[in-house]
């Protein structure tokens, strides 16, 4: 049994047990276990019959007061992913990987929301304000009425916010701050939630936008506490693959505004860039492209996109053939494997197969099953794809090739960067040069491109 008021809490999921064990039984993870000595033990915070109530009085949606206008900070790109701007007493938590941008990122919408009139404050708990300041400096922003502070007791810094009223405040991160009403050390999944709850509290009451910002563990879990998660209005995550300069900023959770919005960045010596137009950067440079490359016309939030599918299918050296993934969901490959070898007549059974989405972004529409396919048979065939063309389709177990949403403004998009080919549902036809029924007339078509007869009645035949 655990010692008085020692309870046992996960590390990855915040499930409390009484007893330690090797495996968190809510979450399967194993040695994530730690035991945290609570003022109160789990259980004893239950109200009892005499507890004194208030009684509930409802109200209606009417309401007499107008909805405050958000904090526009000017930065579009966040102020788009934030549903607008943001909304003031709104809790928001920022996740991302050390060293993603994310200390970058929030300078720079606390310096244009400053700049624009609004009271702002950022705390540091990783940071001295000399590093904060010399940053800031860096890029440019040094003359942006911005409150600094260095800090990393919660008691203080709730002092200090409720001595003076800000309109934004960000909390570089949560995982530095402690609470001295609990034992466990800072970082813990108690100490994490209980800091977060307080300045969730502090935000409704006080009507201050409070930013925390939440480090990414290895398996992409905001660190620790995924308690944070329901607590805040609002999960943003700033991410970025190595190597690349872009910055993706994506709602996964959004009280107060769409989810599949995203901003894009990019990471240059003065800061974050916003990236208005993100097809041209992710489509790189122009010229020929090679066998397995397809550019598919997707669509992000409310953003046409265009990118890059790149596929490569190769005679696997060993027994098992690899397949592998970037930026797309692993399951989608394997179906669109299925379909092009029932269906169509391709083989992948002793090849590996690796596809990768170009620049780093992660396609989550079923709409990039057809240029998925069009990469992997024009890689398997060897053959490229013409210049000019771009593909979007979802694909059907029955090798169907299916209608997808906001056709018109895919061709729209693809035409305005001199595409003027689109491998697309048949429903697209009017303004799709090359309409595809089907996976097999796709493969058809790819393999037409050789005698020189790729045209609209090669593909639509
Ligand atoms: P940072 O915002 O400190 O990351 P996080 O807070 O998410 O841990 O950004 C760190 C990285 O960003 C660092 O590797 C350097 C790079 N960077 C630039 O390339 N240009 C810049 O102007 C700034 C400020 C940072
Ligand atoms: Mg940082």
Redesign the pocket.
């Known amino acids: 049994m655990a010692r008085d008021g020692a309870s046992y809490v996960c590390q990855s999921c915040g499930a409390v047990h009484a007893k330690w064990s090797g495996k968190c039984d809510a979450c399967g993870q194993w040695n994530t276990l730690v035991e945290e000595v609570t003022a109160r033990p789990p259980g004893a915070l239950a109200p009892t019959k005499a507890t004194r109530t208030r009684g509930l009085a409802f109200e209606t949606l009417e309401t007499a007061t107008p909805e405050p206008p958000r904090i526009a900070t000017g930065l579009e790109e966040f102020d788009r992913v934030c549903g607008g701007g943001v909304v003031p007493g709104s809790a928001i938590l920022l996740g991302?990987?050390?060293?993603?941008?994310?200390?970058?990122?929030?300078?720079q919408v606390c310096a244009r929301a400053a700049a624009g009139g609004a009271s702002v404050a950022y705390v540091s708990g990783?940071?001295a304000v000399d590093q904060v300041r010399s940053?800031a400096w860096?890029?440019g922003l040094s003359s942006a009425p911005v409150k600094l502070a260095a800090e990393t007791a919660l008691r203080d810094i709730i002092d200090a916010l409720k001595r003076e009223h800000f309109d934004l405040v960000v909390i570089?991160?949560i995982q530095t701050l402690w609470s001295d009403a609990l034992e466990a050390g800072p970082g813990s999944v108690a100490q994490v939630r209980a800091c977060a709850g307080e300045l969730v509290r502090l935000a409704k009451k006080r009507r201050t936008a409070v930013i925390l910002?939440g480090?990414v563990t290895k398996d992409g879990q905001i660190a620790g506490p995924r308690v944070v998660e329901h607590m805040v209005d609002a999960v943003l995550s700033?991410e970025g693959e190595r190597g690349y300069?872009f910055r993706i900023l994506r709602a996964a959770k959004n009280r107060f505004g769409a989810t599949d919005e995203i901003g894009v960045f990019e990471?240059?010596?003065?800061?974050?860039r916003e990236v208005p137009n993100p097809s041209a950067l992710f489509l790189g440079e122009g010229g020929e492209r090679a066998a397995g490359a397809a550019v598919f016309a997707g669509i992000e939030g409310s953003r046409p996109v265009l990118v890059e599918f790149q596929a490569l299918v190769a005679p696997s050296a060993y027994g098992t053939p690899r397949r592998a993934v970037v930026g797309w969901d692993t399951g989608r490959l394997a179906m669109v494997l299925a379909v092009l070898e029932a269906r169509c007549g391709l083989g992948f059974g002793a090849k590996d197969v690796y596809l990768n989405v170009a620049g780093g972004l992660r396609i989550n529409e079923p709409a990039a099953d057809l240029a998925a396919a069009a990469a992997l048979a024009s890689s398997a065939l060897d053959m490229p794809l013409p210049q000019g063309c771009v593909v979007f389709g979802e694909i059907s177990l029955s090798g169907e090739v299916r209608t997808v949403g906001r056709m018109e403004t895919r061709l729209k998009e693809a035409a305005k960067l001199g595409f003027s080919q689109a491998l697309a549902p048949a429903a697209a036809a009017e303004s799709a040069p090359i309409p595809v029924a089907s996976a097999t007339r796709l493969v058809e078509a790819v393999r037409r491109i050789g005698d020189g007869d790729w045209n609209e009645k090669g593909a639509a035949a």
């Open positions: 991302g990987d050390p060293g993603v941008g994310k200390s970058t990122l929030l300078m990783e940071e940053r860096r890029m570089d991160s910002v480090h700033f300069p990471m240059g010596d003065s800061g974050l």
